[in-house]
């Protein structure tokens, strides 16, 4: 059975940075496609950043070049660092684990993969 964990939320102000970790467990970590969504309240979930089995990476628009994505097979252990942290940036972050790739965007569909139970993100102005 997959199960991650993810941790490394906290409160920020606008600008700062924060690295999220994703640990999984219950299966071979190098076979899965990985992901990190997000929800704010009353807002749609949004596939913020993937990372395919060979290392290929790929953002959302509104996070390119401020957000990156990586892992450590080693350690099944899944990363996001984040910088220069906006206000919009507030919302809870899921990992996501699945057995083909994973889209970025909003509206993408990722109820196939097995998803962490969340860590929240908070950045004030």
């Known amino acids: 059975q997959v199960q991650l964990v993810e941790s490394g939320g906290g409160s920020v102000q606008a600008g700062g940075s924060l690295r999220l970790s994703c640990v999984a467990s219950?299966?071979?970590?190098?076979?899965?496609?990985m992901a990190w969504f997000r929800q704010a309240p009353g807002k749609e979930r949004e596939g913020v950043a993937a990372?395919?089995?060979?290392?290929?990476?790929r953002y959302t628009d509104s996070v390119a070049g401020r957000f990156t994505i990586s892992k450590d097979n080693t350690k099944n252990t899944l990363y996001l660092q984040m910088n220069n942290l906006k206000p919009e940036d507030t919302a809870m972050y899921y990992c996501?684990?699945?057995?083909?790739?994973?889209?970025?965007?909003?509206?993408?569909?990722?109820?196939?993969?097995?998803w962490g139970q969340g860590t929240q993100v908070a950045v004030s102005s």
């Open positions: 219950g299966y071979t970590y190098s076979s899965y496609f």
């Open positions: 990372i395919d089995k060979d290392g290929r990476t």
């Open positions: 996501v684990a699945a057995l083909i790739p994973l889209l970025v965007g909003r509206n993408v569909k990722a109820d196939f993969g097995a």
